[in-house]
């Protein structure tokens, strides 16, 4: 099997974490325009989830897999539009999706929902395979069987 240098050898890549279920608790010291309030608890929305980090050599078959699972009890938040945003940045170790931290959004994919709205609780699996020059990206929501796919080229 052969190894490559990622195409963004000169930068970390990773998504912004937005589902409920991947916010973190605020500990002290984490910034307050980032604060989000879920069910009463205070969150911190915009974390860096790093994929790869600076000149990472990768076997060309590499996948990275995440699972989320969001919890949308309203009947308005099973309306919404969800959201999976990419983020690259110069920094080796990010800890926000900030332009302190040197993150630039690189690509986002929207995810509709269906006709009657999403269920309860959405539960999505998330493919990243990175080329030489691009990124393919592809999330399958379990629940109802539909794959979305996107493609961003660093060119």
Known sequence: MYSWLIPL???SSGIRTCDK????????GDPDELLATRNGESYCDGVFEKLVTIGQTIPRTAVFTLRRVSHLGSRRA????????????????????????F???????????PRGGWPDVVTSRIEIRFG???????????????????????L
Request: aromatic residues 12%; charged residues 35%; hydrophobic residues 35%.
């Open 132 to 154: 030489e020059t691009e990124m393919a990206v592809r999330i399958f929501e379990e629940q109802s069987k539909v794959e979305y796919r996107a493609r961003i080229d660093f």
């Open 9 to 11: 050898f000169l930068v």
């Open 21 to 28: 279920c991947s916010f973190r608790v605020i500990p002290a």
């Open 103 to 113: 993150c630039v959004k690189i690509g986002e994919i929207v995810r509709h929902p």
């Open 78 to 101: 099973k309306k919404r539009r969800l959201y999976t945003r990419l983020y690259a940045s110069i920094e080796e170790d990010p800890e926000y999706c900030t332009e302190e931290c």
